[in-house]
């Protein structure tokens, strides 16, 4: 008998939706998937768009149409931006949870990026801080509650679960493919602007996908049933709390210097209190367990997004800087290499997909996968370690084969944690917290990037010693992070439970 799922959680309505037997989908997976796919893949499209010219067009010369930044100032706007696009998912999973309802999130959430695209297609700093702001709320209501709409499809123990996750994350990676391809060549061949704006079209497109599809979803995702007391509360409530976050990051980033100095201690200090207020005050008894678990993986998490986000930082200037461009006799754009880790997802994916169902119950368990990613993102960054033993000084470049085998190990780990990690968190979370635990979820890909853009700082262009001491140090940190993940491994699975 297929097994049916309440979906009183998301809906606010009670009711009974029969999620295994749908097979209607993309490789006999639930019909949504299909609309999630491309809704997914346009907003990654337009995100990674962006992400590509983003350090690029800041350190730019004014002369050559950037903003002729400092590689330390750039790198820290970048870590602030990547950071808050996910640190948003906090309210924005509490606003699915508690106002809009996840479908409804997700469409806000989109609209409001597509603005800040299209502002950032005017050339004006100012309209490039508006920009990056609009984004930032958006992906913060979008990013969380489209994954828990995947999430929602699948009864709790389905055996399809990993592998439709699989499946929507190479949505993820055939618009972050095909994204750089486009907005790098307009922005770092014609307009930096240009590129902006192809970012916003290719998110406009994914919400007429998302809007047209929207019947798949119709027995998922609703907005809680409230009265318009209620409403007007939580809504100034989710306000508030993007309004907190915003202006915390602001002050962290363009604050008092002594802020700024010392805004990783700070940020460490604010999710260990929100983390006891979490445990001490909002989770029932029941609830601490499974949670407990997303917590620990949590932490591991940063440490594997803070290495693997130097791809759109440290590594692109590499890129830029030390790493042959020229095919055919032609020089390509700086951001075409940050195509490679989707080419290798897109064909990666499908076969990790079939690897988890085929091994079915017998594959490794969520920590041990986690810890398999964390060793694989730091051989990456072994690899470009060598690389630059081989960089004299200005001018000397390596081939490209080297960035390209980077790409490959950091796919590779990818693949072992970020879809793993996302499908885990569904199937730990509380039915009543689905959003908040995305949103946590989310948070460490946030603090993650915060930290990535905090090494990021350290590249500097001339010296080679520079950049074989960071690139060994963001290889060792997660290898070591992986040891210590498999030996707390035994203890984990004893509070997942039957979850696996």
Known sequence: ?????????????????????????????????????????????????????????????VAAGGLGFDTRTAAGIYGAYTGSVYLMSLPGGWIADNLLGTRNAVLLGGIIIALGHYSMAVPSIWTFYIGLTLIVIGTGLLKPNVSAIVGSLYSENDERRDAGFSIFYMGINLGAFIAPLICSYLGERIDWHLGFGAAGVGMTLGLIQYWAGRGRLSHVGHAPMLSSDQWRKNAVTGAILIGIIGGAVGLLYFGPEIIQKNRMWIMVTGIVFFLMWLFAFYLKPEEKKPVGVIVVLFFFSIVFWACFEQAGSSFNLFARDFTNRIAFGREF?????????????????????????????????????????????????????????????????VGPWWLVGVYLFQTIGELCLSPVGLSTTTKLAPSRLTGLMMGIWFLSISFGNFAAGEAAGYFEGGSQQALVGLFSKVAAVPIAAALVLLALTPFIKKMMGKVN
């Open 1 to 61: 008998m297929a097994r049916e799922a309440s979906n009183v959680n998301e809906a606010g309505n009670p009711g009974l939706v029969d999620t295994a037997s749908d097979n209607t989908g993309i490789g006999g997976h639930p019909k949504g998937l299909t609309t999630l796919f491309f809704t997914e893949m346009w907003e990654r499209f337009s995100y990674y768009g962006m992400r590509a010219l983003l350090i690029l067009y800041m350190t730019s010369a």
């Open 333 to 397: 754009p700086t951001g075409w290499y940050q195509s490679v880790n989707s080419i290798f997802l897109i064909a990666l994916a499908p076969i990790f997909s079939l690897l988890w169902l085929k091994m079915g119950r017998s594959q490794p368990s969520s920590p041990v996968k986690f810890s398999l990613g964390l060793v694989f993102v730091g051989l990456g960054a072994a690899l470009l370690a060598m690389a630059s033993t081989l960089i004299g000084g200005p001018g000397q470049v």
